[in-house]
């Protein structure tokens, strides 16, 4: 089993920002891949969703806390749905990346993100898979000033095809594993 965790920000106001892409990307998701509809588990303070891709059994969460507490949800959910630490992707923006670009890490620090800090202290490890989607722009700009920005005009084509890549990286993750998915994601 995998638990895949989409950071972002609960509510209509931050749909489409750059912060909320790994929310939108594990939505997708759950789309594509015809999963159950997410449901509210106030127990795990998160949406939920569970089904397989594949032979895979996958348990979709999206913490309906703000992202610097995402941990809130990370820890009691990988409690309840036991799942080993190797066995958890955490998709979220990334500020040090340009947009488009994107990358699948194990076991690294969290660059200063602060949901993915709430995620270690909650798990007490950083030895989970991360799927860090770019954001930045060609002239970069401040992450603090950045991410709570819409995408615009030409850039919501470029996030949509990271999301589409983002999905593809996902079904290779539940048939073959996230070393095999790294390897053409990273690309």
Do not use: C
């Not at 992707?89 to 194990?106: M, N, Q, R, T, Y």
Request: aromatic share 6%; hydrophobic share 45%; no cysteine.
């Amino acid at each position: 089993m995998r638990l895949i965790i989409g950071l972002g920000n609960p509510g209509e106001k931050f749909i489409a920002t750059r912060h909320n892409i790994g929310r939108e990307i594990v939505i997708a998701a759950q789309k594509k891949f015809l999963l159950k509809s997410f449901t509210p588990n106030a127990k795990l303070a998160a949406l939920v969703a569970e089904g397989k891709i594949g032979q895979e059994k996958i348990v979709l969460l999206l913490p309906e806390t703000f992202m610097n507490k995402s941990g809130g949800a990370a820890g009691p959910a990988t409690r309840f749905f036991k799942v080993k630490l190797p066995n958890i992707i955490v998709v979220h923006d990334d500020a040090d990346i340009l947009l488009g670009a994107a990358k699948l890490s194990f076991g690294k620090n969290s660059g200063g993100h602060k949901g993915v800090e709430s995620v270690m202290r909650a798990l007490k490890s950083k030895k989970f898979w991360r799927m860090r989607i770019g954001v930045q722009k060609k002239r970069r700009v401040p992450s603090e000033d950045l991410v709570l920005q819409k995408f615009r005009n030409g850039e919501l084509a470029v996030a949509k095809k990271a999301i589409k890549k983002s999905i593809k990286a996902i079904e290779t993750i539940a048939a073959s594993g996230p070393e095999r998915a790294m390897n053409e994601y990273n690309a």
